[in-house]
């Protein structure tokens, strides 16, 4: 099984020409209102990915819990360690150029409640995976981290937003997710130095935390125990890159938790990630397993 502890929001998807940049105003032609939340798109990718997927989290008890939870419900997603507390539902701003690349503002609302205490009595063990990301309060991540880990469970997180990592929460991890942007900073924070690869290197030889720099359409990168892994971007035409890269981690988790191995996982998630860029909007772009298995065939021949 997959646990995930994370955030659930809605998002506020503006597609505008180019991005706004401070002190600019740029006009759209309208809006849309689609599920969103690194911790749920993570589960959810998890989820269409074939994994079992249990949700830790919170929404607010306003009408956009029902639409943040939507996909998740229908989809299978366990969401009965989803609180609904008194806070009002995430949210994010989500401007989403004709280039595809985005800006994101989130207010956590209701994801400021989320507490590791939810887990309690989730039973994780070996076997079993966490996932993380940072878009719920940091101390309760570590908590939960260090739980997983005690339980014997494997422990991934995805650094985003980005952020130093502390030791503490290093040490309980057995995989490390970033993008090129993210590594930088967490490798910072460690007193490393180098370009995204061999700060991967660094940090899977340093600290024994498998590490995957995600790099956009040149693919993706990971080692683990000294060994380096590569797995390419499929070519798809970019629609919106919202939820790459939770994609790529729910994908990745899934294929780790149905014993395929790192090799074969970094693939299967490279390609899921690139599926997702191929549609508009977090939830709604994330791939169903069929379509992975279709492209992943050819991909690992
Ligand atoms: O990673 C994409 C997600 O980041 C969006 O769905 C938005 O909700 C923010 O959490």
């Given at each position: 099984?997959i646990?995930?502890f994370?955030?659930?929001?809605v998002d506020?998807?503006n597609r505008?020409?180019?991005?706004?940049?401070?002190g600019?105003?740029?006009?759209g032609?309208?809006?849309a209102?689609?599920?969103?939340?690194?911790?749920?798109?993570q589960a959810?990718?998890a989820?269409?990915?074939?994994a079992?997927?249990?949700?830790?989290?919170?929404v607010?008890?306003?009408?956009?819990?029902?639409i943040?939870?939507?996909?998740?419900?229908?989809?299978?997603?366990?969401?009965?360690?989803?609180?609904?507390?008194?806070?009002?539902t995430?949210?994010?701003?989500?401007a989403?150029?004709?280039a595809?690349?985005?800006?994101?503002?989130v207010?956590?609302?209701?994801n400021?409640?989320v507490?590791a205490?939810?887990?309690?009595?989730?039973?994780l063990?070996?076997?079993?995976?966490?996932?993380?990301?940072?878009?719920?309060?940091?101390?309760?991540?570590v908590k939960?981290?260090?739980?997983?880990?005690?339980?014997g469970?494997r422990?991934?997180l995805?650094?985003?937003p980005?952020?130093?990592?502390?030791?503490?929460?290093?040490?309980?991890?057995?995989?490390?997710?970033v993008n090129?942007?993210?590594v930088?900073?967490?490798a910072?924070g460690?007193?490393l130095?180098?370009?995204?690869?061999?700060?991967?290197?660094?940090?899977d030889?340093?600290?024994?935390?498998?590490?995957i720099?995600?790099l956009?359409?040149?693919?993706a990168?990971?080692w683990?125990?000294g060994?380096?892994?590569s797995?390419?971007?499929?070519?798809?035409?970019?629609?919106?890159t919202?939820a790459?890269?939770?994609?790529?981690?729910?994908?990745?988790?899934?294929?780790?938790?149905?014993?395929?191995?790192?090799?074969t996982?970094?693939?299967?998630?490279?390609?899921?990630?690139s599926l997702?860029?191929?549609t508009?909007?977090?939830?709604?772009?994330?791939?169903?397993?069929?379509?992975?298995?279709?492209?992943a065939?050819?991909?690992?021949?």
């Open positions: 099984m646990v995930t994370g955030s659930i929001n506020f998807v505008v020409e180019r991005i706004p940049s401070p600019e105003t740029v006009l032609p309208d809006y209102v689609i599920p969103g939340g690194k911790g749920a798109n959810l990718a989820r269409r990915a074939g079992e997927v249990a949700l830790v989290g919170a607010g008890q306003d009408p956009f819990a029902a943040a939870l939507s996909l998740l419900r229908r989809d299978g997603v366990d969401l009965s360690r989803a609180a609904a507390v008194d806070a009002p995430g949210a994010a701003y989500i989403v150029s004709a595809g690349e985005n800006a994101i503002v207010a956590a609302g209701a400021a409640r507490v205490s939810q887990m309690d009595g989730l039973a063990g070996a076997g079993d995976t966490l996932l993380l990301q940072r878009e719920v309060p940091e101390a309760e991540v939960a981290a260090r739980a997983a880990k005690r339980a469970a422990v991934i995805n650094a985003a980005a952020g130093e990592v502390s030791r503490e929460l290093l040490g309980a991890l057995d995989v490390l997710v090129e942007h993210e930088a900073i967490v910072a460690l007193g130095a180098g370009g995204p690869d061999d700060l991967a290197r660094q940090i030889a340093d600290h024994g935390v498998a590490t720099v995600t956009g359409g040149e693919g990168v990971g683990t125990g060994v380096r892994r797995a390419p971007a499929l070519p798809v035409e970019v629609v919106d919202t790459a890269g939770d994609t790529f981690c729910g994908a990745f988790a899934a294929a780790m938790d149905q014993g395929l191995g790192f090799t996982a970094l693939a299967r998630a490279a390609a899921a990630g997702a860029c191929a508009a909007g977090a939830q709604p772009s994330i791939p169903m397993k069929a379509a992975i298995d279709a492209v065939a050819d991909f690992l021949a």
